[in-house]
């Protein structure tokens, strides 16, 4: 696909619908909306709509249709993997006017608009008794619609799960123009195939969602928080399964090497921490729930599991201030690494227990292909994020080696009965890698649906599907 | 589609395949799996064929593509909905020998054939510590691979999720005789659309189900069983959303209405309840974790929130022997409802708050069309099962009036953004209400899925779909 041009009379037909204040052709705005948070990509689209409200996106899918030109929804512009890039340009269709919350405090249950703040969404529940789990790092500048698009997850999956264990119902608009309902608001639902959860994580390529029906679960009133500092990262991957093993169920099991720590302090105000120079790598541990003697004993029970491993003090966090103090820290990670250089950023994620392979497998890769990575993530549920950074590689080898040792680590996370993305989305950065956790058979039924869903292919063109399918 | 007859040269390439002592020509057999738990339908396969791995699954599927005979996977034979009924004949898969079990204690897993049975699972992950939640009432008798295809739920969905929930990843034969997975055996996955979630539900019109990786949980120690009498139907549904807004997730919440009790306690033995004549209907609460001081707890906020009913004593169960006779009778309800008289069962789910305005209408239906209903289920996430009883109604009616009856309910459960079915399937007996749930533009989306997957309408046909579609 060529880089698009829209026509004058089809630009004039938009701003009839959106009105004239909410299309823009101006390049600072086109820009604006041009990047998410993946690497260094900028692709503009040639014209930025925000649509007020669903029968608006109906008309615009219509015309896009017949006029074949590509539609890609925006949200926040957080992703990592390329989702909100318009590729060949087209209508970026911001959905930043999509931003109701209706809390059903009878059926817990939110109904929630597609631009609404993550954050923002879980504190209306929390304001109403109500706990909305998934919690991506981004959380304070994500949408909600994006993480249903991405099929996002946070640091709470392992207990609670993702952000599709939530999604009862969608509305969304089909490239057609039609509006439709996925499913029911109902928690139970074997009412003919899942399209509730095929457009989920379907990364804005089936449907434009315009409107979200997710479940609530009553809130816990309390947690213990603590950092363990472990002197072998090996060993501090080791770990996380045993907890498991030993009947725990944590609600955050988080993993940092060193290097993400350490220019995480660097980068974030208001945190410090004291380090010894043998440890290698942390392990945030929360657990939550109503009794405090209960999360007592939990803790209890892990600290029973972490004596066969060798570990510096434990910290216990010891007010709310320490425990946001550290969360707010475990969460600039990602940007704190990046900012220290351009980087590529993969999302790995394999059964849990593999996952000191997986980081003996990454670090052997680094070895082999010459770069340097900081590993951190969701380690109680197998997700780990892999930087890889720059620094001073030159670009051929940037350009050419790295990508064989990504292909490396993609192949040992399949093999290891892992996948590519955890909770990132393949988007645009990851796609081109889908031959090793695909067979052409899945990759064709794959496309199939998509044609079903969007015959002109208008919707987020050149996503998720690898090039030469 | 005519019923079908399979050419002789098939039948010997079919007994190639599995071998003599697998294939099964006879009427006896042929009628054994012509039936399962739907009303008193029987539909012989043509021809009863019982593969013995992957292999032989496939080679079948190549053929009955190549020949376009109709292929109706077979389990338990305890569906609800008729899913697995050879309604035009040809080959019935019976996947009986397909039994293995694996339980994998490092990641928390189970890989399961899909002939298993869900106890016998259940009981595998118990003895090594875990828990698979997931209990139909038919736990004894169905089958994993039933449960996958059925989206199953059971008495522990509202706190654990439904069959779906716990399904990671799915070998499957699609009717091409290729053999595929459907995703990674990790609790999080962004990577392309999720194949997984389509396939669980789609009652055995998608592929066939040869593997399935299931997540598990630890599993908990300690649990309270209470039995509460309610004067008043209507308060006992009423109860069920508040103990939710209390800020309580019960592992289990049924609802017995009192002909469901009075005919359960006749059928079962070893049960026996002292119930005053003025009771209308039962819960069946259960509250589950690993600290009795923690469920006390619970158990007296439950009964602070029942205080606002009219309800007689609770009875708590004070022995392991008190809670598997309560279980066991509530297992029971729905062969002791059925056993009474040739009925017709629907499986209703609703957002839970409208459980009251459900019975109600249902109630009134009855009246309207001259037909007696015995409701019980899952009321702790909005799932009613409603028995229609035919008593001594005369057939007209049964066959007129009755379903006139059953399409005002469905209207109803989605007029309260409920759907038809929580957790038996659409299958046969359903199928030609699907016009309430859905409009034309999304049950062609699911025929064109279905077409995807399968062009040639050769696996389960005539399921889920209306006939006019």
Redesign the interface.
Known sequence: MENIIIPQEMIVSLEKIVGQSFLFLDEETRKHYGHDETEDYNFPPSVVIKPGNTQEVSEIMKLANEYKIPVVPIGGRTGLSGGALSIYGGIGLSMERFNKIEI??????GIVEPAVITQVFREAAFEK?LFYPPDPSSQGSCTIGGNVA????GAR??KY??T??YVL?LEVV?PSG?I????????????????T??M???EGT?GIITKIVMKL???NSHNILMMVPFFKSAQACEAV?EI??????PSALEFMERDAIDWTLKYVDGVSLDIKDEVEAHLLIEVD???P??LF?EAEKIMGVLDQFEIDEILFADSEEQKNALWKMRRAVGEAVKSNSVYKEE?T??????LPTLLAGIKAAGKKYGFHSVCYG?AG???LHVNIIKGDMNDENWNTEVPKGIREIFELT?SL??????????GYVQKNY?DI???D???Q??K???N??DPNNILNPGK??PDNL
């Open positions: 059903d405090e009878q059926n817990l249950q008794g991405e099929n996002a997850g999956a392992l799960g993702v599709k264990d119902n089909l039609e439709m309902w996925t499913g029911a608001n109902t928690l139970k639902n074997s009412t003919g195939y899942n399209l959860q095929l989920v994580g379907s089936l679960l009553p809130k399964a498991f093993r030993a009947g725990i169920v729930g109503n009794y003697d209960m004993a999302d994620v394999v059964p849990r227990y593999e969701h549920d197998g997700n399949v009965k892992g996948t590519l993305s955890g909770e990132h989305g393949i889908m956790a695909f067979n058979t899945q990759l039924l794959m199939s649906i998509k079903i869903f998720i599907l």
